[in-house]
């Protein structure tokens, strides 16, 4: 029998993210630009069985279907890439917004490893996800199938260009008295490299200070566009 057109399907819930990116402000816009990102996929019950995931070791690299939890339900057909600069429109389908019908995305991470306990929990890298988003499937990437060398990349056809970020001397020092400071180093550095402004921001001076939350950590930082009309650089303040 064919299925409803207009049938509302109901997904389960199979695990939650526990993610670096308390918020979704910052957050690569795919995954892969912050190779340093971690996250854990937690197993909810009755999809926490060690048997649902024998074999997944062997890969290296994972599709996650989620849900865009803290996306409204609302969509319309066009909506505006950060990428075309905030004003030109593009088709919904023709993009990865998280303002969609049914407000699924799917994300190609890197599996670091599996823990069996205290619950079952997969150990993420080069996530683009927010801290509890939910997760509704995971299957293994193959990269000769899933891959495509010719493939045509419509308004996105590379990756988006990268700002210089510079680090000020009390960063610097927050970071050295953390045991984790190196890998925080890195992963401010490839998140801030983006530049998370909002597009209509890029293009005029910007005097402006911002905020990004990464872990417990509240980065700070302003965009220096340079006193020779040279390219700007993001500078963390602390
Ligand atoms: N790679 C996925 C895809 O193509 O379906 C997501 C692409 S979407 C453009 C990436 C952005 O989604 C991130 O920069 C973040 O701001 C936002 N985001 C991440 N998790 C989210 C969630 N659970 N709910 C709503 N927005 C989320």
């Given amino acids: 029998t064919p299925f409803s057109t207009s049938a509302s399907m109901a997904f389960d819930i199979i695990g939650t993210i526990e993610s670096c990116y308390p918020d979704k402000?910052?957050?690569?816009?795919?995954?892969?630009?912050?190779?340093?990102?971690t996250a854990i996929l937690r197993f909810n019950t009755p999809f926490d069985h060690p048997d649902g995931v024998r074999g997944l070791e062997q890969f290296s690299h994972l599709w996650i279907s989620f849900l865009f939890h803290q996306s409204p339900k609302r969509w319309t057909?066009?909506?505006?890439?950060p990428r075309l600069g905030g004003n030109a429109r593009i088709g919904v389908f023709a993009s990865r917004s998280t303002h969609r019908p049914n407000r699924l995305g799917l994300s190609l991470v890197e599996l670091v490893g599996i823990e069996y306990a205290p619950t079952l929990a997969l150990i993420l890298r080069g996530h683009d996800l927010v801290d509890a988003t939910p997760v509704v499937d995971i299957k293994p990437y193959l990269p000769w199938a899933d891959s495509v060398d010719s493939a045509r990349a419509g308004f996105a056809p590379e990756p988006p260009p990268l700002l210089k970020v510079e680090f000020s001397d009390e960063c610097r020092q927050t970071l050295n008295e953390r045991a984790d400071g190196e890998n925080l180093a890195a992963l401010i550095g490839?998140?801030?490299?983006?530049?998370?402004?909002?597009?209509?921001?890029?293009?005029?001076?910007?005097?402006r200070r911002y905020g990004v939350r990464l872990f417990d950590l509240d980065v700070r930082f302003h965009v220096d566009a340079g006193s020779h009309g040279h390219e700007s650089i993001i500078v963390v303040d602390r």
């Fill in 25 to 37: 402000f910052g957050i690569p816009r795919q995954p892969g630009l912050a190779p340093s990102a």
């Fill in 77 to 81: 057909p066009l909506i505006r890439p």
């Fill in 190 to 207: 490839e998140v801030l490299a983006q530049d998370p402004r909002p597009a209509y921001r890029r293009k005029k001076h910007d005097d």
